[in-house]
């Protein structure tokens, strides 16, 4: 189900760089290098997240991307190589397996459409918040930034 929420985000973050046509391998290569180092970070949620700057046009080829994890709080002393990112925004969200990204990115797409809602500014980043179910496939939240009416 989607659904508008406005929320603020505060990460622990290494930045990458790639085209876009390639996140499906680069993100996850990210994450598990990220991992390694996860246990550094100090006022960890131990929730992994994933932010990335939207793509502006079809000429926009590559892009930045983020992958970390939430904190508690502001992070004053960083592990060489991360950094802190602060997020909030309108967002339209929805929640699904991590398994049917694409769906979920297709139908919260088709939803801000027919809701009338307009696609935030470049500078917003979108973010996966992947979200642990026990016995199960991880899930995921998925938040587009949007414009507040």
Known sequence: M???VSKEFKAVVMRNRGHFRDYAELVP???QHFLKRAHDIPNSTGVEVSIYEPK???THRE???FVG???NGDAE???EGMEYIRAGNSYATIRGKVTEMGQLYSELDKWIGEQGYQYGSP???ILEVYCPVENDTEDVEVYIPIKSS
């Open 123 to 125: 500078e917003h980043y």
């Open 77 to 79: 002393s960083l592990p």
């Open 69 to 71: 994890c939430l904190v």
């Open 29 to 31: 290569k990210a994450a």
């Open 63 to 65: 892009g930045t991307f």
């Open 56 to 58: 502006r046009d079809p």
């Open 2 to 4: 989607c659904k508008v």
